[in-house]
């Protein structure tokens, strides 16, 4: 599976974004899909993943509420809403996909393709 991020950019605080990720090569709606970020020096950590039927998605804490992940299958797309941008929010966001399970899984080493990542920034 080959995956292609979009839409990232330099917002200030409280603006809007919609990361996309476009996914080809395989059948898409067998993967889970997840979005990860990571910050100058700091660890990737998960932010929010969606199941490969659409039926679950869970969040890290510190985008409950605020971000909004979804999929379209027939486009082999996953989203990211991202709403309320913080400052703490910058980071280069990258999406993943990993087996397709009703579990979704926070570990980076669980997922089997990558995304070449998005930079987002939010300015205060």
């Known amino acids: 599976v080959q995956l292609q991020a979009s839409g990232g950019g330099l917002v200030q605080a409280g603006a809007f974004l919609r990361l996309s990720c476009v996914a080809s090569g395989r059948t898409f709606s067998a993967y889970n899909m997840a979005w990860f970020r990571q910050a100058p020096g700091k660890e990737r950590e998960f932010v929010a993943g969606?199941?490969?039927?659409?039926?679950?998605?869970d969040y890290a804490d510190s985008v409950k509420g605020r971000f909004t992940i979804s999929r379209n299958n027939a486009q082999s797309t996953v989203y990211l809403q991202m709403n309320s941008l913080k400052p703490e929010d910058t980071a280069v966001y990258y999406c993943a996909a990993g087996s397709g399970t009703l579990i979704i899984v926070s570990t980076p080493g669980l997922y089997d393709y990558w995304g070449q990542g998005t930079q987002v920034t939010v300015s205060s």
């Open positions: 969606i199941s490969s039927t659409d039926r679950v998605t």
